[in-house]
């Protein structure tokens, strides 16, 4: 199992990214996938997740409303698009997935991406 966090970037504050995690091993469509994002001395925090079929996308209120996913399940891959990305959201952005239901809790998902690094500029 493996999944490829990327897109991660330096940009100016106001710009946006897009995310990609891409998975491979795994039977994609039974995965909840969430981006988990973590800044020195800080723990890690949950930013937005991706659903299986059926259920509701979640988002941190750190992000609602400037942020979208959107799941590919033929591609095996979860996309996270900052927009308005601020100073506060420099972290190193990890995507991690889990078989059922979709949850904000790092401890819950299974397997991990290796982190991808968004370092916004004011």
């Known amino acids: 199992v493996q999944l490829q966090a990327s897109g991660g970037g330096s940009v100016q504050a106001g710009d946006s990214l897009t995310l990609s995690c891409a998975a491979s091993?795994?039977?994609?469509?039974?995965?909840?996938v969430a981006w988990f994002r973590q800044t020195l001395g800080k723990a890690r925090e949950f930013v937005a997740g991706?659903?299986?079929?059926?259920?509701?996308?979640d988002y941190a209120n750190s992000v609602k409303g400037r942020s979208t996913l959107t799941r590919d399940d033929a591609k095996a891959t979860v996309y996270l698009r900052l927009s308005g990305l601020k100073p506060e959201d420099t972290a190193v952005y990890y995507c991690?997935?889990?078989?059922?239901?979709?949850?904000?809790?790092?401890?819950?998902?299974?397997?991990w991406g290796q982190g991808t690094l968004v370092t916004v500029s004011s």
């Open positions: 991706s659903a299986t079929q059926g259920h509701l996308d």
């Open positions: 991690a997935a889990k078989t059922g239901l979709l949850l904000s809790t790092q401890r819950s998902y299974d397997y």
């Open positions: 091993g795994i039977d994609f469509r039974r995965y909840s």
